[in-house]
């Protein structure tokens, strides 16, 4: 008993530290990689360097974490090296100083090295630039020849039972990282794309294969082993205009969404080309997304709850809009400056902005309520992405895209600005990265809207109001008088409870309304201007025009009385409520102008 009681004090006293340490939720990590080395910073609050990583002041090509985070690795033009993130205590290095590219196996028991491949007169095969490492022992599993860049990496399954790589119109499988002998093949004339589904077994694979001689393009779906043919994919959905396909998975593996892209736009509408977007389903379904608004997609990304996704297209402002599994509209979110969608790890919330050759305007949206959170802007932003709590994103300005400006922010999503990072002059960022962490980490948090404090303040823009040319200055805005037109957020589905959105044909009918009681109110402040010096109108169209010695006065006398009587028919068809163009209204308000006309050339006879 003496023996157990200290035993037990010591369990009990270590009881409150083990609690809050499984309590406190972990600090992500952010990589950063430019010319003034590699390093690590802990994310918010703290927002400070690593203080176990040691800096390294060479400079990288490139860096990765483990798919759980828990290993971090990068190249140095000399050595591979990975590190545990826990301690920083070294796991592997390697003496590869020709490594461009390298990758960590879901379960962290392979390590992937990719060189660019290279031949000489005195080794015209040149040597196989594909390497599988051993991570825990360092030894050389395998080595495989891989000519081009894209694609380099093998794709596992997330349990690692199965591995595959594309070669020469065929997808070879691999099981349990033995990758001596090809368990199964899948052979399709000219396939180049493959996608392997995330998430547990069974494994499925997407399989695009161009079109030739005529022949339309098709992306199917297969189940793995089963490979028979035609008759044993899941799915197929067959195509024209396909120069190239980007397939998605959703998170749970039931669908897949493609969108297939030309080079060039015959009909010379689109500098993009043309674009299409194409939904594949594990159970067969298959449909063409129907996009309302003409014009390129710039983006399209699944919610993480794998029931929804959101897509970017249409010429500028562009149009976003979110759909279900049905492909029916969900939520319309109008036209904007926008060209990229970002949805929170957890699902709750949704980035909408606008980068490159745009202003780098973001607008974050509640996704339950479908109601906008905040307005950030991050201007000559080339990167984003979200951090893995859901509470934080970073937007960065990296070279070679920009090379002056550079640097980085980490925001909360309410809009405040948390840390900057700018990059002295005559030095340059290259990639900031986010540690990831498995499923679950992060549980969802109810969603704020006030901004949180900081001492960088937000940069939510000032309201501005639309651009209005000289002429229509000073005036009634009426509908007719927008030079683009604004379509507003509107919810398209049924029983939806959120924020309350009018529909389109209720904001139509506002604005026509609006128009109406504006031309009204500027025609009453003319009457009531031009009262004491305008005749009587009421005989003026019917009566006869009286004859002249001067023909051309009978002229310009009978064009009067027809334009006034075009005014008068006008006048009937707005009093019966039908919506008048511009021009049209333009006719009526020049009516005391024209009777005042008609009445000095009368008066002249």
């Not at 157990?4 to 010591?10: I, Q």
């Not at 594309?166 to 499988?173: A, G, K, P, R, T």
């Not at 905040?374 to 932003?381: I, T």
Request: a positive charge; charged letters at 20%.
């Amino acid at each position: 008993m003496p023996r157990v009681l200290p035993l037990l004090c010591s369990y009990f006293l270590s009881m409150p530290r083990l609690f809050l340490s499984k309590m406190a939720p972990p600090t992500p990590l952010l990589a950063v990689r430019g010319s003034s080395g590699t390093s690590l910073l802990c994310g918010p609050p703290l927002c400070e360097e690593h203080r176990t990583f040691q800096k390294d002041v060479q400079r990288s090509k490139y860096f990765v974490f483990s798919r759980d985070g828990s290993l971090f690795g990068w190249c140095n033009g000399e050595k591979v090296h990975v590190v545990k993130v826990a301690d920083c205590s070294l796991l592997l290095s390697l003496d590869l100083p020709k490594t461009a590219m390298f990758n960590f196996s879901p379960l962290n028991s392979v390590l992937v090295t990719w060189q660019s491949y290279s031949k000489t007169q005195d080794n015209p095969q040149g040597d196989p630039n594909l390497q599988l490492w051993n991570l825990h022992t360092g030894s050389l599993l395998k080595s495989f020849y891989q000519k081009k860049a894209e694609g380099w990496c093998p794709s596992w399954s997330d349990d690692e039972s199965i591995a595959v790589r594309s070669v020469s119109n065929e997808l070879h499988f691999f099981e349990n990282n033995k990758f001596d002998n090809i368990t199964t093949k899948l052979h399709l004339q000219k396939v180049n794309e493959f996608v392997l589904s995330p998430g547990p077994q069974p494994s499925r694979v997407a399989v695009y294969v161009p079109g030739s001689k005529g022949a339309p393009s098709f992306v199917r779906l297969y189940q793995y082993p089963n490979f028979g043919g035609p008759t044993s994919a899941l799915a197929n959905k067959s195509f024209f205009k396909a120069d190239r396909v980007t397939m998605l998975w959703n998170k749970k593996a039931t669908a897949v969404l493609v969108t297939a892209s030309t080079e060039v736009d015959k009909t010379g509408a689109s500098y993009y080309g043309e674009q299409t977007l194409h939904y594949l389903a594990v159970n067969g379904e298959s449909a063409v997304v129907q996009l309302p608004k003409n014009g390129p997609i710039y983006d399209v990304a699944w919610n993480p709850n794998s029931t929804e996704f959101c897509v970017v297209y249409g010429f500028m402002p562009a149009k976003v809009t979110v759909f279900d599994l049905k492909c029916n509209a969900v939520f319309d979110f109008g036209t904007g400056p926008r060209n990229a969608a970002f949805y929170s790890p957890q699902g709750h919330l949704l980035v909408l902005a606008g980068f490159g050759n745009l202003r780098g305007q973001m607008e974050v949206w509640d996704v339950k309520k479908y109601k906008q959170v905040s307005k950030p802007q991050a201007p000559d932003s080339t990167h984003f992405s979200w951090c893995p709590d859901g509470e934080h994103i970073v937007t960065a300005t990296c070279s070679p895209r920009l090379r002056v400006c550079n640097g980085f922010k980490i925001w909360h999503y309410t809009g405040s600005v948390l840390y900057q990072d700018l990059v002295p002059e005559r030095q340059e960022l290259w990639e900031v990265l986010w540690q990831p962490f498995p499923d679950g980490t992060f549980p969802e948090r109810p969603v704020r809207y006030q901004a949180v404090p900081s001492d960088l303040g937000s940069t939510e823009p000032k309201p501005a109001q639309a651009y209005r040319p000289p002429a229509l200055r000073n005036k009634p805005a009426t509908a007719s008088s927008k030079l683009h037109e604004e379509e507003p957020p509107q919810n398209v589905r049924p029983g939806f409870s959120g924020e309350k959105v009018q529909s389109k044909t209720a904001l139509k009918n506002q604005k026509k309304r609006e128009a109406k009681k504006a031309v009204k109110q500027e025609m009453k402040t003319d009457i009531i201007t031009e009262a004491p010096h305008t005749p009587d109108p009421t005989p003026v169209p019917n009566c006869p025009a009286p004859a002249s010695a001067d023909p051309e006065t009978d002229k310009k006398i009978k064009n009067l009385r027809k334009k006034l009587k075009a005014i008068e028919q006008l006048k009937e068809q707005q009093a019966a409520g039908k919506t008048l163009q511009k021009n049209q209204i333009e006719k009526i308000l020049l009516e005391s102008q024209l009777l005042q006309d008609l009445e000095d050339l009368e008066l002249g006879l």
